[in-house]
T-cell receptor
């Protein structure tokens, strides 16, 4: 079993829909990151969370440390939100390396 | 601050050749990471530098792989005797200290033919 599991793996929605991507993890972490990856490879950090909830524009991220679960929500989705969204956890020991989920490929149709 | 820079962006090489990639982290970021991402998968950790010291290496990093970070600034990742299984995106990330956001480069896409 992977240490970080994301669902769904693929998600297609219509413009304007409310989007939820889920992430569960099984290891001790110092923080959880939500990342966005566009075709071509570049990764952009959206959120870093260690507790509670954060909001940037139409994006909201929550984390429940006790349940080892996080969600990324997109309100009023737009075709430009189409990308791969990756959950990654920073391992609490040592290098604080990131362990990544497989990613969720999101497609928003106009 | 120009972000994390990786060079080259793309590399096609023949099996058995050696390749070297470069990563320039954000200035004054003392933590530098290399990750590898194969098609359809999330990235996997390869190695970590704190300043010039390589403090952690993944078992994915076989003896054909070597990484350096002389003087604690830019880093290089060399793959010797490349194999088709080395084809992947190689990502570099840096951060200024513990418990902070990671900043990623655009990656180097390696294709071994």
């Amino acid at each position: 079993k992977n240490e970080v599991e994301q669902s769904p793996q693929n998600l297609t929605a219509q413009e304007g829909e409310f989007i939820t991507i889920n992430c569960s993890y099984s290891v001790g972490i110092s923080a959880l990151h939500w990342l966005q990856q566009h075709p071509g490879g570049g990764i952009v950090s959206l959120f870093m969370l260690s507790s509670g909830k954060k909001k940037h524009g139409r994006l909201i991220a929550t984390i429940n440390i006790q349940e080892k679960h996080s969600s990324l929500h997109i309100t009023a989705s737009h075709p430009r939100d189409s990308a791969v969204y990756i959950c990654a956890v920073a391992i609490i020991q040592g290098a604080q390396k990131l362990v990544f989920g497989q990613g969720t490929r999101l497609t928003i149709n106009p | 601050d120009t972000g994390v820079s990786q060079d080259p962006r793309h590399k096609i090489t023949k099996r058995g050749q050696n390749v070297t990639f470069r990563c320039d982290p954000i200035s004054e970021h003392n933590r530098l990471y290399w990750y590898r991402q194969t098609l359809g998968q999330g990235p996997e950790f390869l190695t970590y530098f704190q300043n010039e010291a390589q403090l952690e290496k993944s078992r994915l990093l076989s003896d054909r792989f070597s990484a350096e970070r002389p003087k604690g600034s830019f880093s290089t990742l060399e793959i010797q005797r490349t194999e088709q299984g080395d084809s992947a995106m190689y990502l570099c990330a840096s951060s200024p200290r513990r418990d902070t956001e990671a900043f990623f480069g655009q990656g180097t896409r390696l294709t071994v033919v």
